[in-house]
């Protein structure tokens, strides 16, 4: 969510640089974005297929829905 007015600042600020300061404006806020942390990927994934023992999904799976089903009044 961008905030309105540190919004405007920028597009005004952007506004008064030259063109090859626009630019590394924008290299700025990309290099800001690309440090975001991001998901795995499907390979990273895959490559944990297998590895809980039907005991230990269980186990999991359980503990899930028995967490899923509570509803705590006193969270905000």
Known sequence: MVLPAVK???LQ???QLSPEEQKQAAELVHG???RLPKGASIEDLMQLAGSLDDQSAREMME???EGCERVD???R
Request: aromatic share 0%; proline share 0%.
């Open 8 to 10: 405007d600042q920028i």
């Open 32 to 34: 800001l974005m690309s």
């Open 73 to 75: 009044l006193d969270e």
């Open 13 to 15: 600020d952007l506004d």
């Open 63 to 65: 503990a899930i829905e």
